[in-house]
């Protein structure tokens, strides 16, 4: 579902009530008469889908984190918020930029639209940017013939499914975050799609390497071994972008998460 065009959507519909009403039949009602019910449900909800939509549009759109593939930053049930101006000013429902601010850095984690399906928003950590060559082999990250900086963390406890990862903390730019191996999990990449520009990868038993493109950016889940991420479907384009991820607003299950990512 295309929820940013049925908002526009609504937006056009309330906002030419609105206007046919101010300028036309709100001049003929007399003091005290009874607002039609388009009015009081059409025209009269546009003020309202204007501020959603210009706050969800330019500004900020919450997200719900529906899977485990960035644990341990992101839990499943987080609710986040996504900054949308961070990467620059974007026209609504068409995502085309019209005004560059900043690029996505190494370490960002970045809310896009799915190579695959845009219709379907995913959420990853940046790890390659245009121009990089990201290597993940036996399940260490090298960019650039540059290995990544990790140190071992204690063991990470899954506790809705009782069983234990190995955690590192990864530095990548100026960034440092946790992230997940499974010691029994295989480095290969079992389910490689036949994305754009895939001549850029070289895959073996160790895992892949890739060169990424101009314009485009790799992306990893921080649970790396139940993460299907660009190893798997490839690069996510520029024109992708949706924003960057910075806070958490709530969790049901767990109050104590509320602004503990940024």
Not at 16 to 45: M, N, Q
Not at 127 to 136: C, I, K, R, S
Not at 237 to 255: C, H, R, T
Request: neutral net charge; aromatic residues 14%; glycine residues 8%.
């Amino acid at each position: 579902m295309n929820f940013a065009l049925i908002l526009f959507l609504l937006l056009v519909v309330t906002g030419v009530l609105y206007a046919v009403d101010v300028l036309k039949f709100r001049k003929l009602r007399t003091p005290g008469d009874k607002e039609p019910i388009w009015v009081e449900w059409g025209a009269g909800f546009f003020p309202v889908i204007l501020i959603v939509f210009v706050l969800r549009s330019f500004l900020f759109e919450p997200f719900k984190i529906p899977s485990g593939s960035m644990i341990p930053t992101l839990l499943v049930g987080d609710f986040i918020l996504v900054n949308k101006f961070t990467y620059g000013i974007r026209l609504p429902v068409i995502n085309k930029k019209i005004i560059p601010i900043n690029d996505p850095q190494r370490g960002d984690v970045m809310v896009f639209r799915y190579p695959e399906d845009p219709s379907l928003d995913y959420i990853k950590r940046v790890v390659g940017l245009p121009g990089d060559t990201v290597a993940y082999q036996n399940k260490r990250l090298t960019i650039n013939g540059q290995p990544v900086e990790v140190s071992k963390a204690g063991d990470y406890l899954h506790p809705e499914r009782l069983y234990y990862s190995e955690q590192y903390v990864e530095k990548l730019g100026d960034v440092e975050h946790k992230l997940l191996n499974d010691t029994d999990a295989p480095s290969f990449i079992p389910d490689a799609s036949r994305f754009p520009h895939r001549e850029n990868c070289t895959y073996n038993a160790a895992g892949v390497i890739c060169k990424v493109p101009a314009g485009h950016y790799f992306m990893m889940g921080d649970n790396r071994d139940n993460s299907r991420d660009s190893r798997a479907w490839g690069f996510v384009p520029e024109q992708n972008i949706v924003g960057k991820a910075f806070f958490i607003w709530l969790n049901f299950s767990d109050l104590g998460r509320i602004g503990s990512f940024r």
